[in-house]
């Protein structure tokens, strides 16, 4: 059985989120606490997908396109 102090080595140190619009909120952990540290904005529609390399940490990050290519 883990005890929560063995799973701390698998909490990242920040993470990025959307609330279903179309910003990227970063927040970073102080403690115990989570903290919005930073909005990223460039899509005009909703974000669907976040991608964080943590070998470069850059963030890559794709929308609602209302368009259709086949």
């Known amino acids: 059985m ?3 102090s063995d799973l701390s080595q698998f ?3 920040k993470v990025a989120l959307s609330l ?3 910003e990227v909120n970063i927040y970073g952990r102080a ?5 919005l ?3 990223l904005q460039g ?6 997908g976040i991608d964080w390399a943590p070998s470069n940490n850059r ?3 794709c929308g609602a396109v209302s368009l259709l290519c086949i």
């Open 37 to 39: 540290q930073e909005t």
């Open 2 to 4: 883990f005890k929560a």
């Open 31 to 35: 403690a115990s606490e989570w903290k």
């Open 43 to 48: 899509h005009d529609l909703r974000v669907t």
């Open 59 to 61: 963030i890559v990050t």
């Open 20 to 22: 279903n619009n179309n």
């Open 11 to 13: 909490v990242p140190e």
